[in-house]
T-cell receptor, first 118, second 112 residues
Framework: DGGITQSPKYLFRKEGQNVTLSCEQNLNHDAMYWYRQDPGQGLRLIYYSQIVNDFQKGDIAEGYSVSREKKESFPLTVTSAQKNPTAFYLC?????????????????FGEGSRLTVL | EDKVVQSPLSLVVHEGDTVTLNCSYEVTNFRSLLWYKQEKKAPTFLFMLTSSGIEKKSGRLSSILDKKELFSILNITATQTGDSAVYLCAVHYGGSQGNLIFGKGTKLSVKP
């Protein structure tokens, strides 16, 4: 079945450690995104990528890094520089409209990864 | 500053009630407005609205967009406990490939 797979679902880390969250999609989507969700804050964009080997910072990129070496994969590293890393992280992807070639805006989400830093 | 505001932030109703969730926005170069339902983890897509005044319907859920007044509503009739979720509104806007900005969501609780 087509979809987005995030792993791990739950992760505990000590302060000062880097951690990498995995996101894989088999939807053949060009664009991929990472969002952070905190209670009462909605979804905030961390990084996004419209094409392989290219990515842009979102609204809250500080303390995070990404790579996009393959179309299917968009891993997110939460570095020790991120001051409040405990959160729920959502990966998403989107396709281009068939006629316009422009991103349609509709996102398909993974199940999320809940990171707790102790 | 581009923004999306949802109201109310939370709502408690009883089964059978009808609810209306609101989403207002201020963005440059509006493209579309999207509604998602988030029960526990992954948000799931409900509607995409691009034109004013055209109601989108799916079962007991419906939504409409007003591009003049810059808002959308999501209606749920005859609510059921399974409708309990956070409902997210997002607006796709901007040039080139565009950007997507989310509201904070409305948490709906439906009591039996």
């Amino acid at each position: 079945d087509g979809g987005i797979t995030q792993s791990p679902k739950y992760l505990f880390r000590k302060e000062g450690q880097n951690v990498t969250l995995s996101c894989e999609q088999n939807l053949n989507h060009d664009a991929m995104y990472w969002y952070r969700q905190d209670p009462g804050q909605g979804l905030r964009l961390i990084y996004y990528s419209q094409i392989v080997n290219d990515f842009q910072k979102g609204d809250i990129a500080e303390g995070y890094s990404v790579s996009r070496e393959k179309k299917e994969s968009f891993p997110l590293t939460v570095t020790s520089a991120q001051k409040n890393p405990t959160a729920f992280y959502l990966c998403a992807s989107s396709s281009r409209g068939a006629s316009s070639g422009v991103n349609t805006g509709e996102l398909f989400f993974g199940e999320g990864s809940r990171l707790t830093v102790l | 500053e581009d923004k999306v505001v949802q109201s109310p932030l939370s709502l408690v109703v009883h089964e059978g009630d009808t609810v209306t969730l609101n989403c207002s926005y201020e963005v440059t170069n509006f493209r579309s407005l999207l509604w998602y339902k988030q029960e526990k983890k992954a948000p799931t897509f409900l509607f995409m609205l691009t034109s004013s005044g055209i109601e989108k319907k799916s079962g007991r859920l419906s939504s409409i967009l007003d591009k003049k007044e810059l808002f959308s509503i999501l209606n749920i009739t005859a609510t059921q406990t399974g409708d309990s979720a956070v409902y997210l509104c997002a607006v796709h806007y901007g040039g080139s490939q565009g950007n997507l900005i989310f509201g904070k969501g409305t948490k709906l609780s439906v009591k039996p």
